[in-house]
């Protein structure tokens, strides 16, 4: 233990209970579902049966006849936009494709695609009435993979879609959006330097989120125009933004309110009920509330994609990565915008290899459009270059963690797609990972003779991490104490992260800090909780807040003290003379105060900071696979993660955890499951079959911190790298157990009995 | 036609009036206005609607209103007493076992069922007991590790 008087920080490093802990252990906390205001209409939406079809008409009559039904909405009753792509926080979307996603204009191009709307008295009448709406379709062949909407006979998702490819827009109607290229050096002679070369094909499926809480929202319209929205999202300004633009009307016309958040992970972002809603409400001009089925958020709302990557790699005999060559095709689902673009930037991101090119394509399939999921991109394109390096380091018959060593990024070292890093932990990461007893661990085989087989895998991963906008206010109490605004909504921990950076600068207790989030009519702009922001740019407004809160309280004090508050130092809660030890006043009695020296003190920040941390992960795992049923366990497992700095370390050993979590899902469970007519079979917790306590040891975890030189406290963003690497490790251990290598996700025993050429 | 139904709730005589085809989560929820179960699925698979009736752990979105004449529910409305935390919740604070939070209610009914079955379950038991609840944030690591730290009283 470090002793806390020569320790750097008094706050940042400890683990406080969180400040909206109690609320959420005793059932008192308000989530969305939680609202319920007085006349309110239950809402539900028509969703398509098909996965690709014409909509000839539209008849709501019966639907609107029924007694009980209030409003009946359809795409005709949202204003019609043009083309304007919108940065949505961690995604970007054209406005008239998220329009239409929300509901159909002509086409259907998913099974759940939303096409109309009721609100009625109760959720029965609602439901009733949806059945009573007729929709005639005209049913057209679905594309359900990159492979078949790629083909140049393929059926076209949207008639005016061209490819963008490397700037140029064809013209061309064709399902591929479009083509980037990352391009470093000259791969051929890469290649041709190469005494190892190894080429795999990769293919996942699209996954979801999988948050416990569907999404819900509330809508009620004023007498004066306004909208309020009272719900569930990891950003309530970006909905303010989207509702804006969608029914077009000024942002000052909409308060967004965010209640407590059941998990995002990305897939609270773009809106999907929020407008249906509002245009619900205002039709029937009594307030709506809609709350989607679980079936209804795995039909209606964004998986991530799934994807085919292949990827060529060689090194030197001395196990030196020469070159890298990499095609990507991921599904966008329904519009483009798949994260593909972030998963070439990812994929080789590790390592520093001189020739690299990486083509990327982004492709329309009748699947519901991508959304953004926990480092988006990036688990994907880590499961195709791990596997192929612990391929290549079999061939060389050397460590894998020692050829990562070997050939892995560190300051100065450029990415293939431009950036040059900073002072990164990747390798910390790395000797860590070597130096843990796990690694070195003989692997279990107590129970050998069940015939399971075991093996051991280890994989790393990249994410960029996000920096944005972000405000906080902090005012004074008299009690000495600081009310802490913020607009970024807490999914994990973040008021907490917040909270205990505010009371580091101002030598306070965390609990000292009250931290609130606070609706749209109530702080500064303020982007998503995504992108592993929070605790790095809306902690670093937190930071600058308690800064004004400082200067401005020095003040005070030096008017107390009459003497220049130049002289003035703040610590342990105390101000202090430097001239003179003996002219000093306590935090809590100028608090007390300040009525008498010009009144109360808030402090303020704006921040959108530049520099932002990236993140690096490495993951050991070791599994049991059945080789009679194709069953892999998970017998051990550890994550080790350059977190930069962690402000508090058991929410971040929490983030390690469920990214790993999820990504044992992806990799072993978890996937979307068509018919070949596109309907979506298993669209529910008990069929998609998210990890469950049973399926899962502890699972351990290092914090390596190499403090990001652009934040005051040395953050990196958290979140989302942890849920990179799961998936390649995985597939590596698998292969050390049974000898088979697997290039699909998810790896399930089917899959597993599929490639050890068990299954006819 | 609503139906009169008469059970205790977290000890407390409570009347209400229920449609036959109310589960007790929508009569918890909608009619009595305790929030604190959750509905994450409405059909058995994710357990945040958990609620302990006369001594059995269910899911109240399994369970109809009117069944429950005459019962004994206990919800996680009434686990902190007297103005105290029940140990479980003050187990899970520490622990950092909840992130954000929305299965944190169904995850403390069913650790105080099991709790009530295996004072002192093996994390093998725990794990058993709480598979019926899902958690997408934590990896369940640390719910379990509070879980078990609350059988063995603390450190």
């Not at chain 1, 002793?3 to 406080?16: A, S």
């Not at chain 1, 900073?422 to 690694?439: D, N, Q, S, V």
């Not at chain 1, 306070?508 to 009519?521: F, R």
Request: net charge negative; with cysteine; aromatic share 6%.
């Amino acid at each position: 233990m470090t002793d806390t008087k020569t320790r750097k920080y008094q706050v940042i490093g400890t683990r406080p209970i969180r400040h909206d802990g109690v609320d959420k252990v005793t059932g008192r906390a308000r989530y969305g579902a939680d609202i319920h205001l007085p006349g309110t209409l239950y809402g539900k939406v028509l969703r398509s049966p098909h996965a690709h079809a014409r909509i000839r008409s539209i008849d709501t009559s019966k639907a609107e006849a029924l007694p009980g039904v209030k409003a009946v909405a359809t795409a005709k009753d949202q204003p019609a936009l043009a083309d304007k792509i919108a940065d949505l926080g961690e995604a970007v979307m054209n406005l008239r494709d998220l329009a239409t996603n929300v509901l159909a204009v002509g086409k259907v191009l998913y099974h759940g695609h939303a096409v109309a709307a009721v609100a009625a008295t109760s959720l029965e009448i609602a439901e009733e009435a949806i059945a009573l709406i007729e929709v005639d379709y005209e049913v057209l062949p679905p594309v359900l993979s990159v492979e078949a909407a790629m083909q140049p006979d393929a059926p076209l998702l949207h008639p005016t879609l061209t490819t963008r490819s490397l700037g140029q827009q064809s013209e061309t109607p064709s399902n591929i959006a479009s083509h980037s290229q990352i391009k470093k050096g000259d791969v051929d002679a890469g290649f041709s330097q190469s005494a190892v070369i190894v080429e795999r094909e990769f293919k996942t499926s699209p996954v979801h989120q999988g948050y416990i809480e569907p999404h819900t929202v509330t809508a009620q319209w004023s007498e004066d125009g306004s909208l309020t929205l009272w719900l569930s999202t990891q950003g309530a300004f970006s909905v303010r933004d989207q509702i804006a633009e969608l029914l077009k009307i000024p942002v000052s016309q909409i308060r967004v309110v965010p209640l407590e958040i059941g998990g995002g992970f990305g897939g609270k972002i773009q809106v999907y009920l929020e407008p249906v809603a509002a245009v619900l409400a205002k039709k029937a001009g009594r307030p709506v509330k809609m709350t989607m089925t679980r079936a209804e958020v795995f039909m209606g709302t964004g998986p991530t994609s799934g994807s085919t990557i292949r990827l060529k790699m060689g090194a030197s005999q001395d196990g030196r990565l020469m070159a890298a060559q990499a095609y990507l095709a991921y599904e966008a689902g329904a519009y483009p915008g798949s994260p593909v673009g972030a998963g070439s930037m990812c994929m080789l991101a590790p390592y520093n290899i001189e020739n690299v090119q990486i083509d990327a394509y982004d492709v329309v399939v009748n699947k519901p459009k991508a959304a953004a999921y926990r480092a988006p991109g990036a688990t994907n394109a880590a499961f195709a270059s791990e596997s192929v390096i612990d391929e290549i380091c079999e061939r060389l018959e050397m460590d894998p963690l020692e050829f990562r060593l070997k050939n892995g990024a560190k300051e100065g070292d450029r990415r293939a797609d431009g950036p040059v890093f900073p002072r990164i932990g990747y390798l910390e990461t790395l000797e860590a990972a070597k130096a843990h007893p796990h690694y070195s661990a003989p692997l279990t085989r107590s129970d050998d003779s069940d015939g399971r087989k075991y093996g051991r895998g280890v994989a790393s991963g990249f994410w960029m991490n996000y920096g944005g906008q972000s405000t906080a206010y902090a005012s004074v109490n008299s009690d000495g104490t600081i009310n802490l605004v913020e607009g970024s909504t807490d999914i994990g921990g973040t008021r907490a992260s917040s909270a205990m950076q505010c009371a580091e600068t101002l030598g306070l207790a965390s609990e000292d800090v009250k931290p609130v989030v606070a609706d749209t009519g109530s702080i500064g702009y303020t982007e998503v909780t995504g992108g592993s922001r929070t605790t790095f740019a809306t902690g670093w407004a937190c930071f600058e807040a308690a800064q004004d809160v400082k200067r401005q309280m020095t003040e005070r004090a030096a008017r107390l003290l009459k003497i220049s508050p130049d002289d003035l130092d703040l610590a342990g809660g105390v101000f202090t003379s430097k001239k003179d030890s003996e002219k000093s006043i306590g935090f809590k009695e100028v608090a007390a105060r300040l009525g008498e020296t010009g009144g109360p003190v808030v402090g303020r920040a704006t921040v959108q900071p530049k520099g932002v941390g990236v993140a690096f992960a490495t993951h050991v795992v070791d599994v049991a696979v059945d080789p009679e049923t194709g069953k892999t366990d998970i017998l051990r497992y550890t994550a080790v993660q350059d977190v930069g700095r962690a402000i508090h370390p058991s929410y971040v050993e929490g983030q390690m955890q469920g990214g790993v979590a999820q990504g044992v899902g992806w990799a072993l469970n978890e996937e979307y499951y068509y018919d070949d007519g596109g309907r979506l079979l298993n669209a529910s917790f008990l069929d998609y079959r998210m990890p469950t306590c049973l399926d899962l040891p502890m699972i351990d975890t290092v914090i390596v911190e190499v403090p990001n030189p652009g934040h005051p406290f040395g953050v990196r963003g958290v979140g989302e790298v942890p849920i990179v690497p799961p998936p390649a490790a995985i597939a590596n251990a698998i292969y050390h157990a049974i000898g088979t290598r697997m290039n699909v996700l998810p790896m399930s025993p089917r899959e597993v009995l599929e490639a050890t050429g068990q299954l006819d | 036609m609503k139906t009169h139904v008469q059970a205790r709730i977290n000890g407390e005589e409570v009347e209400f009036l229920c449609e036959p085809s109310q589960s007790l989560l929508e009569v918890l929820r909608d009619v009595l206005g305790l929030t604190g179960a959750k509905e994450g699925c409405n059909n058995g698979n994710c357990g945040a609607c958990n609620v302990i009736l006369d001594g059995r752990l269910v899911n109240s979105c399994l369970v109809l209103g009117v069944e429950t004449q005459g019962s004994e529910i206990a919800t996680v409305e009434g686990m902190a007493a007297d103005g105290r935390l029940h140990p479980l919740q003050q187990r899970f604070l520490e622990e950092a076992a909840l992130q954000c939070g929305i299965c944190t209610p169904g995850f403390l009914v069913s650790a105080r069922a099991l709790l009530d079955v295996h004072p002192h379950p093996t994390e093998q038991q725990a794990r058993q007991w709480l598979a019926g609840n899902l958690c997408r944030c934590t990896g369940y690591d640390k719910i379990v590790r509070a879980v078990i730290g609350t059988a063995d009283g603390g450190r």
